[in-house]
């Protein structure tokens, strides 16, 4: 009996249609994975979008006025800077004059009532520099603590416009960076002038010696040597960040340098304080020179994770390969001692990758110090792969 091809054409139909159905699977998942790209992409761009204008507002005048007072961080006199008031006052005749004029006499009696040293900053005034700036800061540090793997240490990034609202927090819920225009330091000195014969009556001046940092950013802790002669640190619960800068690429480093130094701030605490627990220093010069030691390490390692990561950062910005501006910006701090390690940190996050270094610095800091007086060659490198390929073509600092 002669079968009818029925069930053959069946099997094949069926054959035929699961080939279908995967097909059409696969065009659906193709669809999806593409569609979510671009969305990606898409909202990587909106994310990124007029960046590219912070260069202009960075490169507006700077400006040292108004100085509003953000913390007062110390009392006590400087006797340097004492001095050079106390010979402003004698060398200005027509202050002395009006000063007797006033009080009747032509002998003056004098004492300095207080002297204190402020930090102060210059608010930003324009609103759209502001909150542009702001916008940029929370986008890049996102980035870095995507690249990085690390925990976010910020409570807060908000842009200072006149004095603090209130008392600043401390840093156990974390720090607050506080983005202004420009920084300054203010030591003021009180003088109350008055008669010898006559002390009910007086006249007082303020005198103010005003310092403007160089510093772009910073994060401060502060080494505290207790009675027993155990060593800690304290911290402070905030870090400026300045928008105006003569390199605008330095403004831009700014919360990718601050953010890597509070990461890897309590490895170089550690280091430290073991140093000087095993070698007590003799003198407060020995001391203050293995804090220096320590901290320069910490410069070289935030300085070669820099160097790796901002080019992508700057790459959605500016129009072009930046790796060489980066590089530039980098090498000019060569004229600073604390950046004497800077070349061999680079080279080490070349050859090691972003996390492995990170991963190095926070659990064998004493090893990446040794690497930077022999940096591991490509053949005994541990990084992983997408991140040496990241950065394999810089040109050497």
């Not at 109350?192 to 001046?205: K, L, N, V, Y």
């Not at 401060?220 to 800068?245: C, G, K, M």
């Amino acid at each position: 009996m002669v079968r009818q091809p029925h069930s053959k054409i069946h099997v094949n139909t069926t054959r035929y249609r699961r080939v279908i159905d995967i097909a059409l699977l696969l065009g659906l998942s193709i669809s999806i994975f593409l569609f979510s790209t671009h969305a990606r992409a898409e909202n990587q761009t909106r994310q990124w979008h007029h960046f590219e204008n912070l260069l202009d507002f960075i490169r507006m005048d700077e400006r040292q006025a108004p100085l509003v007072e953000f913390i007062q961080t110390s009392e006590g006199l400087d006797a340097d800077l004492s001095l050079e008031n106390r010979r402003f006052i004698s060398q200005n005749e027509a202050l002395l004059e009006d000063i007797r004029t006033e009080l009747n006499s032509s002998a003056l009696s004098w004492k300095l009532r207080q002297a204190t040293t402020r930090l102060m900053v210059v608010p930003e005034t324009h609103p759209d520099y502001a909150a542009l700036f702001e916008r940029y800061c929370h986008a890049v540090i996102d980035y870095v603590l995507q690249e990085t793997r690390l925990p976010n240490p910020y409570q807060a990034i908000t842009t200072l416009d006149g004095h603090p609202a209130g008392p600043i927090q401390s840093g156990d819920a974390g720090i607050t960076a506080y983005l202004v225009h420009n920084i300054a330091d203010v030591y003021s000195e009180e003088y109350e002038f008055f008669a010898p014969i006559d002390t009910d009556r007086s006249i007082r001046i303020t005198l103010d010696n005003r310092t403007y940092r160089g510093e772009i950013g910073s994060y401060s802790s502060y080494l505290v040597i207790d009675e027993d002669r155990q060593y800690r640190f304290e911290h402070n619960p905030y870090t400026l960040w300045r928008n105006s800068a003569e390199d605008p690429l330095n403004v831009l480093i700014a919360p990718v340098e601050e953010t890597l130094h509070i990461a890897l701030r309590d490895a170089t605490e550690g280091a430290i304080k073991t140093r000087l627990t095993d070698q007590p220093p003799s003198t407060r010069a020995d001391m203050e020179a293995v804090v220096e030691e320590w901290l320069a390490i910490e410069e070289a390692a935030v300085g070669g994770l820099v160097s790796a990561l901002l080019p992508e950062i700057l790459d959605r910005i500016l129009d072009g390969d930046s790796t060489a501006d980066v590089m530039r910006t980098l090498a000019e701090r060569h004229a600073f001692d604390k950046y004497r390690y800077l070349d061999q940190g680079i080279e080490v996050v070349n050859t090691i990758g972003i996390q492995s270094a990170i991963a190095v610095y926070q659990e064998q800091t004493h090893h990446f110090k040794a690497m930077l007086a022999s940096p591991p060659s490509d053949g005994t490198a541990t990084a992983d792969e997408e991140t040496r390929d990241a950065v394999a073509n810089e040109p050497a600092a």
